[in-house]
């Protein structure tokens, strides 16, 4: 996670967040059994995720499919960039 979310990452270890891998592990902690078992197979509604005009794209977390639902709050909206063929977390 902490690939995928390098940029995310770096701009939050800046503003005084600590590491991804300290982070990331806290993150994962306050998210239920049940919805990371459902992240393991959920998808993404496209209808709902704003490309911009530099190729980004926001992905609210209401676009997520899962089994449960999840909200801004649980998965927070988030912005990713295609960098040197790969997706990555920027925001």
Known sequence: MCVIGGPAAKKAE?????????????????????QLKALRTATVDKSKVTRRANGDVD??????VADVRFTAHDLS???????????FIID
């Open 59 to 64: 992905i609210p977390a209401r676009a997520v």
């Open 77 to 87: 909206d988030m912005t990713l960039s295609y960098r040197h063929g790969n997706w």
């Open 14 to 34: 800046d503003e005084g967040f600590g590491k991804c891998r300290t982070t990331f592990a806290i993150t994962l902690s306050m998210i239920s059994d049940a």
